[in-house]
């Protein structure tokens, strides 16, 4: 979503706005644009596409001024063109805002049936000129601003300068994310700490409605009634290195190559590997195990299919009913819950809207909540009652691959932990998981030798319409995040299957142009995905086989195209099966010469419902 940056000191703001906004650009990329306060006006640039146009914007009319504010847009209201990037001004005011402004239209037919023009398609222009009209009643400026607040429904997260007051930058949060840096003799605000670390550790996170008001020597907050408020100051450990790309070509590439050492990493925090016992420490200690009553699993995209394969792990393991939901469908059915019931929220950014608002469904209804995040200090991981962090390391590439993996890991280590504290498993049980987990990192290495294989695979594929990915048992979500990630990146139609549903429908799509990837390891359930395969086969699919290579004991399955994986065991498959994956979607995305990076109309991090 939407990327806010914003800075008020004793320096030029430009060249902070836009190495900020370099930092938030994974938010964001439809188009871009900052402005500053100079010398009593307010002056600003922007640009339709990605941000190097507007850095040339820049470079052709500089800009200079002492406070500013940038943005980087995921269009909501409006398409992607110059008119609707932000700042959006009215005579006196800039606002960059992040999230949805639900009352627009009618905050909109309200000031044009006063006289006001707008000059974009956006829900946020209405901002600005509700200020601008809170000003004209002759009240203070902070007043005004906080007049303007109350008019607006939805979720936002808003930096806004004035004319006429140079000296302060406003600040507001409702639902979206905004953080406070604060340095020496500078301020800032951004939609996460990743801008802010060069300049400063110290960080404030807003509360909902609360508006800041940020000078250069200090910063104030306040309640919408203009009550200060007291919010806590944290030393922020995101790391300061902005990722590069090193030898590969895409980030996605450089983080399918990077799973290895972070399921590695991740693993070593939850285990001890001399014992052979999985140690989560104080981590869940708000939770009592043994007495959980059902646990309910919550997240969006990638992270729900994580999920999905964390229900088959934690059922088999510990014994326990799971239920797994999409988090924008969950937070609106608001389901029953049993008492003694956990849930656990999944999140790579750890911001995501809607997983956010079924975290506090949960909590709501007195469920103990565990977080599964990626973005240490995000959100979710502060409001959860236990947050067991992947260590997957920033993950730019908006389609997610290392982050997922890491997700699994985490899962699979939480359904061991459960299985040994219900008694569900015997501790030579555990020690056979954690030895299975253990070879993860090895085998993943061994996997992504396939990446050349894949390679010629992808070359004869991608000129197909569609795909179709089939799978069973935990290798069914694989199959779904397979087809997604085919979707993401190269904006092929794939769907993702349960192999055995397969007769009840997709089986009708079926002919010698549909490929049919499979994915098959030798489990309890291959000689069923055999069956389902020779159906597919019968009907002059093109069948690629993800399964064991022959040479190691597995299966030759008279596949059209066969992606020959390590032996391993049947616990750790869906970790390693959905590598191959990642690779056929990255290859064929690069060979059909997308953004692969930054995929039309996706967005990394999704902040608005
Ligand atoms: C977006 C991203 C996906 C991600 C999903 C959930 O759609 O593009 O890669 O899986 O959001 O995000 P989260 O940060 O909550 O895991």
């Not at 922020?236 to 590069?244: K, N």
């Not at 014994?319 to 608001?334: F, K, L, N, T, W």
């Not at 469920?367 to 990626?374: C, E, L, M, P, R």
């Not at 795909?467 to 069914?476: D, I, M, N, P, V």
Request: hydrophobic content about 45%.
């Amino acid at each position: 979503m939407c990327g806010i940056i914003g800075v008020i000191g004793e320096r030029n703001a430009t060249p902070i706005l836009l190495e900020g906004l370099k930092r938030l650009e994974y938010r964001g990329y439809d188009s871009a644009g900052v402005a500053v306060s100079h010398k009593g006006a307010i002056l600003s640039r922007r640009a339709e596409g990605k941000l190097h146009n507007l850095e040339q914007e820049l470079i052709a009319t500089p800009l200079i001024g002492y406070s500013g504010i940038g943005h980087t847009r995921w269009a909501t209201h409006g398409p992607p063109v110059k008119a609707n990037a932000h700042p959006h001004s009215s005579e006196r005011v800039a606002v960059v805002h992040n999230g949805i402004i639900e009352n627009y239209f009618d905050l909109r037919q309200e000031l044009l049936a006063e006289g006001v023009e707008f000059s974009s398609a956006t829900d946020t222009e209405v901002i600005p000129h509700l200020i601008e009209r809170e000003l004209a009643k002759g009240i203070e400026v902070e007043q005004a601003v906080r007049d303007a607040i109350l008019q607006l429904e939805g979720a936002f997260a808003l930096g806004i300068l004035i004319q006429g007051a140079d000296e302060q930058l406003f600040a507001v949060r409702r639902g979206s994310p905004l953080i406070l840096g604060l340095g020496e003799g500078e301020n800032f605000i951004a939609s996460d700490a990743t801008p802010l670390v060069p300049y400063t550790r110290k960080m404030l996170y807003l509360d909902d409605n609360d508006v800041a008001i940020l000078q250069k020597d200090g910063v104030r907050v306040t309640d919408l009634a203009g009550r200060p408020v007291k919010r806590v100051i944290k030393q922020s450990q995101v790391s300061a290195d902005l990722s590069e790309k090193g030898e590969y070509r895409h980030f996605m590439q450089k983080e399918i190559f990077e799973q290895p050492m972070v399921l590695g990493e991740t693993l070593k925090e939850f285990i001890n590997p001399a014992k052979g016992t999985i140690e989560l420490g104080s981590l869940l200690s708000a939770i009592d195990i043994a007495k959980v009553s059902t646990v309910n699993i919550v997240a969006c995209g990638t992270s729900w299919h994580a999920g999905m394969v964390g229900r088959y792990w934690l059922e088999k393991l510990a014994g326990v009913p799971v239920s797994v939901d999409i988090a924008s469908e969950y937070r609106y059915r608001e389901p029953p819950t049993l008492p003694g019931g956990v849930t656990v929220v999944i999140s790579q950014s750890g911001e995501t809207a809607d997983t956010l608002a079924a975290l506090r469904f949960a909590k709501s209804q007195g469920q103990k909540v565990i977080a599964i995040v990626n973005v240490a200090e995000s959100t979710i991981s502060r409001e959860a009652d236990g947050v067991l962090y992947t260590r997957a390391g920033p993950e730019i590439g908006v389609a997610s691959t290392k982050a997922f993996t890491t997700q699994l890991m985490v899962l699979a280590v939480i359904a061991v932990c459960f299985g040994r504290e219900r008694n569900h498993i015997s501790a030579a049980e555990e020690k056979g998981y954690v030895a299975e987990l253990l070879h993860v990192p090895a085998l993943m290495e061994q996997v992504l030798c396939l990446d050349k294989d894949i390679f010629t695979i992808a070359r004869k594929l991608m000129h197909a319409k569609g795909f179709l990915f089939l799978g069973r048992g935990t290798c069914f979500p694989i199959a779904l995040e397979g087809a997604l990630k085919l979707k993401e990146i190269s904006y092929i139609h794939a769907e993702g299957y349960a192999a055995g549903e397969m007769k009840h429908g997709p089986i009708a799509l079926i002919d010698e142009d549909l490929p049919v990837v499979v994915v098959a390891p030798r489990d309890r359930l291959f000689e069923k995905v055999v069956s389902n395969l020779e159906e597919a086969r019968a009907r002059g699919g093109q069948l690629v086989v993800i399964t064991t290579a022959p040479e190691v004991g597995g299966a030759d399955c008279h596949a059209d195209d066969m992606i020959p994986m390590v032996a391993c065991g049947d616990f750790i498959a869906p970790i390693l099966y959905v590598a191959p994956l990642q690779l056929l979607a990255y290859h064929i995305a690069v060979l059909k010469g997308t953004d692969v990076d930054q995929p039309r109309n996706l967005a990394k991090s999704v902040t608005v419902e």
